[in-house]
């Protein structure tokens, strides 16, 4: 597990740059936070890390976007399921969860059984004096894009799985039954 102070929007994006450098084909990763925390903006960084066609934007309204890659390595799909109501319609996306690097945003509780290994990475901003770190009720990508306010944030990235043992990611015990459900569970 590592856990990081972001500044700044900048500086979440260099965090998803330096994320996508590490990705592969197969690679899962759950993104957490509430509206506006910079799950997009560190999605973006991603996919400049991977090397993927753009722009990376919220798929809010599309569900999932594919992004092949430029450099030959492994393609980017995006997904935002905050407006998916359970596993059974992410499954219907039929995304591509071996031949590329998958981020699903609003993940929480819809990948059980998807991967053996993800990476979970959970933002955290003040808001009104008090830090956040779950979903927020109300979803609006223009808040996504712009982070509402360039305050710092505290991003947790927890590994899950044999994919991640060795890296400073790694959870030493892993308590969860799938992506994001322990997590969902405390809150």
Avoid: C
């Avoid at 084909?25 to 957490?32: E, S």
């Avoid at 999932?64 to 407006?83: E, I, N």
């Avoid at 699903?104 to 956040?132: K, M, P, Q």
């Avoid at 043992?165 to 459900?181: I, K, N, Q």
């Amino acid at each position: 597990m590592s856990t990081r102070i972001v500044p700044d929007a900048d500086a979440m994006e260099e965090l998803g740059r330096e994320l996508g450098r590490q990705l592969r084909a197969g690679d899962l990763v759950v993104l957490t936070g509430p509206l506006g925390a910079g799950k997009t903006t560190l999605t973006r960084g991603i996919g400049d890390g991977l090397g993927v066609r753009g722009p990376v934007q919220s798929p809010t309204f599309v569900l999932a976007r594919t992004h092949p890659s430029l450099a030959g390595g492994a393609p980017l799909v995006h997904v935002d399921a905050y407006r998916l109501s359970g596993a059974a319609e992410l499954e219907d996306l039929d995304l591509d969860f071996d031949h590329a690097a998958v981020v699903v945003e609003w993940g929480a509780g819809l990948l059980d059984g998807v991967s053996d290994s993800w990476l979970e990475v959970v933002i955290a901003r003040r808001r009104g004096g008090a830090a956040t770190d779950g979903d927020d009720a109300e979803h609006a990508s223009d808040a996504e894009e712009d982070l509402e306010s360039d305050e710092p944030r505290t991003v947790e990235l927890v590994g899950h799985g044999p994919r991640w043992a060795d890296t400073p990611y790694a959870t030493a015990v892993r308590l969860e039954a799938g992506p994001g459900s322990a997590r969902d569970a405390a809150n």
